[in-house]
């Protein structure tokens, strides 16, 4: 169902990399809103072709950008504005990715190359798109900027391992960089802190499959869906939420406010 709430509006897209990325799902809703947008991704992550699917089901173009590096974002916001033909109204940053992790590493063994490396892909990379849209000055005034983000940020988590220390930093890039997007482009900026959601990203960490059933029995309403958080983004990049900003907002079925549910009580009777 469409309301039109992005008519007009134009973007950039983040992250994309199959059809259960939550990037993927948002752009699909943004499309439907009549948002128009570019969508980018690690040019390694365009091997694998699927992108070009959504490109097509979307009418947009694709352009390549490994988010750490500034050649690529500057690349990528010029061209983006070109093709779009005007200045950007949102962006959604949805990059995630732990070496650490990846390579099995515990969080009290960390080979730090690695972490570094993850903290510049899923955190830094934030900064480094905010400042190239700053200094290009190519956001719209009264555009919207959202990176995703999780609750190991607030909470321990063991097995999140270093990607919570990753999202406590993006977090805080999203509230510090607000203020000056807000004073001096009325642009706002916020992280949406989403349930776990089975993706390429997400169920590589450990013991997923358990964690994603403990957070369903945990939240009132049921863990949100990669489509339930595409339905908030589109609600983030209208005009709807205009005074929203630095916020990081839970997007997570009341998990983050529920001390027990019964369910899990239960499950100790
Ligand atoms: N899946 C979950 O449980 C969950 C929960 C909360 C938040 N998130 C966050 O949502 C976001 C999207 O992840 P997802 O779950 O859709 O998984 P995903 O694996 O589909 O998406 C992660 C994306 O990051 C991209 N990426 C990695 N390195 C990059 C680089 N150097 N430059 C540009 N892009 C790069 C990947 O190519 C991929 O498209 C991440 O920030 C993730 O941490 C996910």
Same mark, same amino acid.
């Given at each position: 169902?469409?309301?039109?709430?992005?008519?007009?509006?134009?973007?950039?897209?983040?992250?994309?990399?199959?059809?259960?990325?939550?990037?993927?799902?948002?752009?699909?809703?943004?499309?439907?809103?009549?948002?128009?947008?570019?969508?980018?991704?690690?040019?390694?992550?365009?091997?694998?072709?699927?992108?070009?699917?959504?490109?097509?089901?979307?009418?947009?173009?694709?352009?390549?950008?490994?988010?750490?590096?500034?050649?690529?974002?500057?690349?990528?916001?010029?061209?983006?504005?070109?093709?779009?033909?005007?200045?950007?109204?949102?962006?959604?940053?949805?990059?995630?990715?732990?070496?650490?992790?990846?390579?099995?590493?515990?969080?009290?063994?960390?080979?730090?190359?690695?972490?570094?490396?993850?903290?510049?892909?899923?955190?830094?990379?934030?900064?480094?798109?905010?400042?190239?849209?700053?200094?290009?000055?190519?956001?719209?005034?009264?555009?919207?900027?959202?990176?995703?983000?999780?609750?190991?940020?607030?909470?321990?988590?063991?097995?999140?391992?270093?990607?919570?220390?990753?999202?406590?930093?993006?977090?805080?890039?999203?509230?510090?960089?607000?203020?000056?997007?807000?004073?001096?482009?009325?642009?706002?900026?916020?992280?949406?802190?989403?349930?776990?959601?089975?993706?390429?990203?997400?169920?590589?960490?450990?013991?997923?499959?358990?964690?994603?059933?403990?957070?369903?029995?945990?939240?009132?309403?049921?863990?949100?869906?990669? @489509?339930?958080?595409?339905?908030?983004?589109?609600?983030?990049?209208? @005009?709807?939420?205009?005074?929203?900003?630095?916020?990081?907002?839970?997007?997570?079925?009341?998990?983050?406010?529920?001390?027990?549910?019964?369910?899990?009580? @239960?499950?100790?009777?």
């Amino acid at each position: 169902m469409s309301h039109n709430l992005l008519s007009g509006k134009r973007g950039i897209i983040f992250g994309a990399l199959d059809e259960n990325s939550i990037a993927w799902r948002t752009a699909e809703r943004v499309f439907e809103e009549g948002g128009r947008f570019v969508l980018t991704n690690a040019p390694i992550a365009m091997r694998m072709g699927q992108i070009n699917e959504l490109a097509k089901k979307t009418n947009s173009e694709i352009i390549p950008a490994d988010a750490t590096s500034e050649e690529d974002l500057e690349n990528l916001v010029t061209k983006s504005m070109e093709i779009l033909g005007g200045k950007i109204d949102f962006v959604l940053h949805s990059i995630g990715m732990s070496v650490n992790v990846r390579k099995g590493r515990a969080y009290t063994d960390e080979k730090y190359d690695f972490t570094t490396k993850g903290w510049d892909v899923s955190a830094l990379s934030f900064h480094k798109v905010m400042q190239t849209l700053y200094n290009a000055d190519a956001m719209n005034e009264w555009g919207s900027i959202v990176a995703l983000t999780y609750m190991a940020a607030q909470r321990t988590f063991p097995d999140y391992n270093d990607m919570a220390d990753n999202k406590a930093y993006l977090e805080s890039v999203a509230r510090s960089f607000g203020y000056f997007f807000g004073k001096e482009k009325k642009v706002r900026v916020n992280t949406i802190s989403q349930s776990p959601t089975p993706t390429t990203a997400g169920q590589g960490v450990k013991g997923f499959s358990g964690f994603i059933a403990y957070a369903e029995k945990m939240s009132p309403l049921g863990n949100a869906t990669a @489509d339930d958080c595409a339905n908030y983004t589109v609600s983030m990049f209208s @005009d709807l939420t205009r005074k929203v900003t630095m916020q990081n907002l839970f997007h997570d079925g009341g998990f983050s406010m529920t001390g027990v549910s019964q369910e899990i009580i @239960d499950q100790f009777g």
